[in-house]
Nanobody, 121 residues
Framework: QVQLVESGGGLVQAGGSLRLSCGAS????????MDWYRQAPGKQRELVAR???????NYADSVKGRFTISRDNAKKTVYLQMNSLKPEDTAAYYC???????????????WGQGTQVTVSS
């Protein structure tokens, strides 16, 4: 049983900062890419940031220069540092990771339950 648990969401004023965390637990052999997605009401879920096993990153254009994704492989945790937040960043943020539960198994995508980020103007 694999679980991804996010934390760190909340209410912040425009220009403020938040740091999201997502820890993976359970029967895990290896973790490949780890991502943060977000979904605002009435909109499709979109990729915010991705970090590969070797630390390469990429970001949505809308968050470049403001958000930073990082990971701690020993702790099986991915982080999203969000600075200079804007009202349009308001959304539910979801952690996603490609996880292999056995050496011979394929990587499978898992999702966290989501954490709400609300940015007031």
């Amino acid at each position: 049983q694999v679980q991804l648990v996010e934390s760190g969401g909340g209410l912040v004023q425009a220009g403020g900062s938040l740091r999201l965390s997502c820890g993976a637990s359970g029967s895990i052999f290896a973790i490949n890419d780890m991502d943060w997605y977000r979904q605002a009401p009435g909109k499709q879920r979109e990729l915010v940031a991705r970090i590969t096993i070797d630390g390469s990153t990429n970001y949505a254009d809308s968050v470049k220069g403001r958000f930073t994704i990082s990971r701690d492989n020993a702790k099986k945790t991915v982080y999203l540092q969000m600075n200079s937040l804007k009202p349009e960043d308001t959304a539910a943020y979801y952690c996603h990771a490609e996880i292999r539960v056995r050496a011979w198994a394929a990587y499978v995508g898992y999702w966290g339950q989501g954490t709400q980020v609300t940015v007031s103007s």
